[in-house]
């Protein structure tokens, strides 16, 4: 079974706009942590935001936040006042809470295109 | 400033060739990890190792091994390479906590 699951294959934003993308995840674990990478057409991924899973409030940083709602298990991630320079491909990515398992299962991807 | 080095950005092989990609990061990190992409499959975890001369099988492990000799290096080693390999490979590291995976530019190889 999938572990995470982003729906959107494609979006497009306009410029100075919110865009959210969508991530749920599947798990059993109590502990565990959500995280967001973009991936440039340059194709280095550059990590963006990360909530843990006891972390009560959702994590911001920057133009990205992460609403982050267990009881659905969802971590979608908002980018506010977007800019051509975020058109990029998102993914979102779970560790689970085994110990000394530090490995992450990735989503499929969502790319945005931000039009001017 | 966090760096993981992968040895090449593209590689063209041949069928049957054996393989190596090599990855080095300088952050001390203990875990390191390699990942192949494939459109529409994001990243698929191949194998992983927590420690010198330890590995893990990820997801997909078949047609690979690896091998970690040093902290610091990470090799991923196609036995016997095939065109289904062909694909865009990437190195990472982490510490032992919940720090986020630091990646390599990647490695796109084409197995002709």
């Known amino acids: 079974a999938q572990k995470i699951t982003q729906t959107q294959p494609g979006m497009f934003v306009q410029e100075k706009e919110a865009v959210t993308l969508d991530c749920t995840y599947d798990?059993?674990?109590?502990?565990?942590?959500l995280f967001w990478y973009k991936q440039p057409s340059s194709g280095e991924m550059i990590f963006l935001i990360y909530?843990?899973?006891?972390?009560?409030q959702n994590a911001t940083e920057g133009r990205y936040s992460l609403n982050f709602q267990k009881a659905r298990k969802s971590a979608n991630l908002v980018i506010s006042a977007s800019q051509l320079g975020d058109s990029a491909m998102y993914f979102c990515?779970?560790?689970?809470?085994?110990?000394?398992?530090?490995?992450?299962?990735f989503g499929a991807g969502t790319t945005v295109t931000v039009r001017a | 400033d966090v760096k993981v080095t992968q040895s090449s950005r593209y590689l063209v092989k041949r069928t049957g060739e054996k393989v190596f990609l090599e990855c080095v990061q300088d952050?001390?990190?203990?875990?390191m990890f390699w990942y192949r992409q494939d459109p529409g499959l994001g990243l698929r975890l191949i194998y992983f190792?927590?420690?010198?001369?330890?590995?893990e099988k990820g997801d997909i492990p078949e047609g690979y091994s690896v091998s970690r000799e040093k902290k610091e290096r990470f090799s991923l080693i196609l036995e016997s390479a095939s065109t289904n390999q062909t694909s865009m490979y990437l190195c990472?590291?982490?510490?032992?906590?919940?720090?986020?995976?630091?990646f390599g530019d990647g490695t796109r190889l084409s197995i002709l």
């Open positions: 990472a590291s982490s510490p032992f906590s919940n720090q986020p995976q630091h």
């Open positions: 798990t059993s674990d109590q502990s565990y942590g």
């Open positions: 909530q843990g899973s006891y972390d009560e």
């Open positions: 990515a779970m560790r689970e809470g085994h110990v000394n398992d530090y490995k992450l299962s």
């Open positions: 952050m001390d990190h203990e875990n």
């Open positions: 190792s927590y420690d010198v001369k330890m590995k």
